[in-house]
């Protein structure tokens, strides 16, 4: 299970700079209608050869399913895509530092999940732990340019991404944990609907000609690499360990990401990595030990 949460948080810190790219060759709207579309339709179809006795779609689950579908997929990713196309992918990902927060928040309320004072602290040893990274290198990075006279704007609609994204996610968790609905068939349905809705969003209000894309070959390869590790890989591994963790701690996992990008920054295109990022992965390993050997505890309990 270490390994699948570590896999996970480095499929995630790839979409960074990979959105960045594919971004430069469509919309946000379309980037998300086209991968989400077709990661749904990848997803069901492989249920339906390997596992055919799962591929239900009870009536009970349309509602929960088309509401996690417009929250954690449509309203997400073109929020989040909106926002990394005018920032930095060093400051999306300092921003996303409070999804840990926000996840926690919204699962208390939803779910019923207290945090011990335990976790608390071991949350704020994380988000702590993070910030030396960070602060690091947004010093040496172009800060985030003013849009249309709203300086902040892009930086509202990634914390509203953050939002958005627990909410589903806790509505998932809520169908497949309560309900034993196949977790399989939850994330490739809400795809399939969340897709459809911006592809419906882009052809009322773009130029398809023959479709909004300005380079094909850029964006096939970018969008396509997005699909493949974000909707087939990420995200399945995620819906399949909602069901042993709770969202509080799969979220707060995601304070390694920053780290996880300045290393694979090290390894495939060789920049330094600051003494700041030691610093941090201590930091932060210390919270993960903290709150994760309460999250033991509890299960144990």
Not at 185 to 214: K, Q, Y
Not at 232 to 259: D, M
Request: net charge positive.
């Amino acid at each position: 299970m270490v390994l699948l949460l570590v896999l996970m948080n480095v499929v995630y810190a790839l979409l960074f700079p990979i959105s960045k790219i594919a971004l430069e060759y469509t919309s946000a709207l379309f980037l998300t209608g086209f991968r989400m579309t077709l990661a749904g339709l990848l997803v069901l179809g492989y249920q339906y050869f390997f596992n055919r006795k799962a591929f239900t779609f009870p009536r009970a689950y349309w509602l929960p399913l088309a509401a996690a579908a417009f929250t954690e997929i449509y309203l997400t990713n073109i929020l989040d895509f909106w926002g990394f196309y005018y920032m930095s992918s060093t400051k999306s990902c300092f921003l996303y530092n409070l999804y840990p927060f926000t996840a926690a928040f919204l699962a208390y309320f939803f779910l019923s999940e207290r945090l011990t004072k335990r976790k608390w602290l071991g949350l704020f040893i994380g988000f702590a732990g993070s910030l030396p990274m960070i602060l690091t290198t947004t010093v040496a990075t172009e800060m985030t340019p003013v849009y249309k006279g709203f300086p902040f704007l892009p930086e509202l609609a990634v914390i509203a991404g953050i939002i958005t994204n627990p909410l589903g996610w806790i509505i998932i968790r809520k169908i497949i944990c309560e309900n034993n609905y196949n977790a399989t068939m939850a994330n490739g349905i809400s795809m399939f609907l969340g897709g459809l809705m911006a592809l419906v969003h882009s052809l009322c209000v773009e130029s398809w000609h023959p479709i909004p894309v300005a380079n094909y070959k850029g964006f096939f390869i970018s969008s396509l690499s997005l699909m493949l590790l974000s909707n087939v890989i990420g995200n399945s591994i995620y819906v399949n360990l909602l069901v042993k963790y709770s969202v509080t701690f799969l979220s707060f996992t995601a304070f390694s990401e920053p780290l996880l990008v300045a290393l694979l920054d090290w390894v495939f295109f060789g920049l330094k990595v600051p003494y700041a990022f030691y610093i941090s992965l201590v930091i932060v390993c210390c919270g993960l030990y903290v709150f994760y050997k309460d999250e033991l505890s509890k299960k144990r309990g």
